[in-house]
């Protein structure tokens, strides 16, 4: 089973900038897309951004030109640089992959951090 830590969210002003961290462990996988989620105070969970493997990246609307996302292979990592943030992005950032465990067989699978808090004050 393929565990996901999240950790770099925290309280900054309107116009800061936060850099979240998601390392995934756990056996011998391969992770093909990641990304990241969030979900506001009484809204449903959307998506954020996401990079498969070969390098390909997307950007919800929102956060296009502000958000980016990158992945470390190696180190099974992806990260999501956040500049000029807005209130309007606070919520619990959730990291999420789409990958395969591999024991003789893949078993693929769809993968969840447990969440990091951003709070962005005005």
């Known amino acids: 089973q393929v565990q996901l830590v999240e950790s770099g969210g925290g309280l900054v002003q309107a116009g800061g900038s936060l850099r979240l961290s998601c390392v995934a462990s756990?056996?011998?996988?391969?992770?093909?897309?990641m990304g990241w989620f969030r979900q506001a105070p009484g809204k449903q969970r959307e998506a954020v951004a996401a990079a498969t493997r070969v390098g390909t990246t997307n950007y919800a609307d929102s956060v296009k030109g502000r958000f980016t996302i990158s992945r470390d292979g190696a180190a099974n990592t992806v990260y999501l640089q956040m500049v000029r943030l807005k209130p309007e992005d606070t919520g619990v950032y959730y990291c999420?992959?789409?990958?395969?465990?591999?024991?003789?067989?893949?078993?693929?699978?769809?993968?969840w951090g447990q969440g990091t808090q951003v709070t962005v004050s005005s």
């Open positions: 756990g056996g011998d996988f391969v992770l093909n897309v």
């Open positions: 999420n992959a789409n990958g395969a465990t591999y024991d003789g067989t893949y078993h693929n699978d769809v993968y």
